[in-house]
């Protein structure tokens, strides 16, 4: 029979698959899961878990089927980051002498593929390698703390798709987003998703965006590369900014760890360069000189508006990147330059 313990943690995943049932996001047990579990799957999830003999079995299982109810597609055997502050180094080697190949930060999901000692080796989106263990929530705990974690979001799935202030084809133009941007969903309607634009809402036509829930995962190192010419100040610049990400948003605030808006994250930004900008992105606009999105540097300034105008400010950092104080449920992100369609760019820095 199954310990204490174990039958504890077990139930665990049982709550937290009702939990999904319960909000329409889980199906029933799935074949494969239910012919894994035997004869006490004839009882479906109000099954007695103490009856199965085998343990291994049963969890497998019921991760099965949790990973399926909230869409974890990407993941066998889920590991999510546990840390304080900041992001973990993923290695190329079960070594602190590996290689730093990418950064993950806490509440991020990983697959992990392997145990290797005190390492694991996991992938997450496009990075893979060895994060050590003590850093990581493994089997149910994992499942249980994705389930607080995990965000509704759409996945734009064609270009030129028109964001609109009301969910039908008559109303006016917010922006114009393209394929492979990913948006925050505040609500899904029958044929609209109401998604967050930086903190104004906005509908997309569901036709054209692939609505989930998805886990934070791991950026590359190479994710923002520079182009030639590019000053120290620029690459300094940028990559002190890319270190907030995962930090707050605060309407009104300027502080890097604590919170800032958009504007305020820009303005936070420069000043420790020594640079003066006003806390308005709109004000921000009118600042530096004008430059065309193809020659942008690292360091510039891309703006992003509606038909009020200005609304947004980012930070291009190279690669087709910009990091920004995004909204309250994302805080400070990294995101294509084009996520949504930029109405201006300004260089700041002249070199």
């Known amino acids: 029979m199954i310990k204490y313990m174990d039958r504890i943690r077990m139930t665990s995943i049982s709550a937290l698959l009702l939990g999904a049932v319960v909000i329409g996001n889980a199906p029933s047990i799935t074949a494969e899961a239910t012919a894994s579990l035997g004869t006490s799957a004839q009882v479906g999830i109000s099954a007695d878990l103490e009856s199965v003999e085998d343990e291994t079995v049963l969890e497998n299982a019921m991760s099965d089927v949790v990973l399926e109810a909230f869409h974890l597609d990407n993941y066998s055997n889920l590991g999510i980051v546990t840390v304080s502050e900041g992001k973990v180094n993923i290695r190329d080697s079960a070594s602190m002498d590996g290689k730093i190949v990418g950064k993950i930060g806490k509440d991020a999901g990983c697959d992990i593929l392997e145990e290797d000692g005190e390492?694991?080796?996991?992938?997450?989106?496009?990075?893979?390698?060895?994060?050590?263990?003590?850093?990581?929530?493994?089997?149910?705990?994992?499942?249980?703390?994705?389930?607080?974690?995990?965000?509704?979001?759409?996945?734009?799935?064609?270009?030129?798709?028109?964001?609109?202030?009301?969910?039908?084809?008559?109303?006016?133009?917010?922006?114009?987003?393209?394929?492979?941007?990913?948006?925050?969903?505040?609500?899904?309607?029958?044929?609209?998703?109401?998604?967050?634009?930086?903190?104004e809402e906005g509908y997309l036509f569901k036709e054209y965006v692939d609505v989930g829930a998805k886990l934070d995962e791991a950026l590359t190192?190479?994710?923002?590369?520079?182009?030639?010419?590019?000053?120290?100040?620029?690459?300094?610049?940028?990559?002190?900014?890319?270190?907030?990400?995962?930090?707050?948003?605060?309407?009104?605030?300027?502080?890097?760890?604590?919170?800032?808006?958009?504007?305020?994250?820009?303005?936070?930004?420069f000043r420790n360069y020594g640079i003066s900008l006003p806390h308005s992105s709109r004000a921000q606009?009118?600042?530096?000189?004008?430059?065309?999105?193809?020659?942008?540097?690292?360091?510039?300034?891309?703006?992003?508006?509606?038909?009020?105008?200005?609304?947004?400010?980012?930070?291009?950092?190279?690669?087709?990147?910009?990091?920004?104080?995004?909204?309250?449920?994302?805080?400070i992100t990294i995101s294509g330059m084009y996520y949504r369609t930029p109405v201006r760019a300004r260089r700041i820095i002249n070199d």
């Open 285 to 331: 606009g009118n600042c530096g000189s004008a430059v065309s999105y193809s020659e942008l540097k690292p360091g510039d300034l891309v703006f992003y508006g509606n038909r009020s105008g200005i609304n947004h400010v980012a930070i291009y950092v190279g690669g087709g990147q910009v990091v920004h104080a995004s909204n309250p449920r994302t805080g």
């Open 221 to 269: 190192i190479s994710e923002v590369r520079y182009g030639a010419g590019v000053s120290d100040v620029r690459i300094a610049l940028s990559e002190f900014a890319k270190q907030y990400i995962g930090n707050p948003y605060v309407w009104g605030g300027t502080s890097l760890t604590r919170g800032a808006d958009c504007s305020g994250f820009v303005l936070s930004v």
């Open 119 to 199: 390492w694991l080796k996991v992938k997450s989106g496009k990075v893979e390698g060895y994060i050590k263990a003590e850093y990581m929530l493994t089997g149910p705990e994992a499942l249980e703390q994705a389930s607080t974690l995990l965000k509704p979001i759409a996945d734009v799935n064609t270009d030129g798709l028109k964001v609109r202030v009301e969910p039908n084809t008559e109303c006016e133009v917010l922006d114009i987003v393209g394929s492979g941007q990913r948006f925050d969903v505040l609500e899904e309607l029958d044929e609209w998703v109401k998604i967050d634009l930086d903190g």
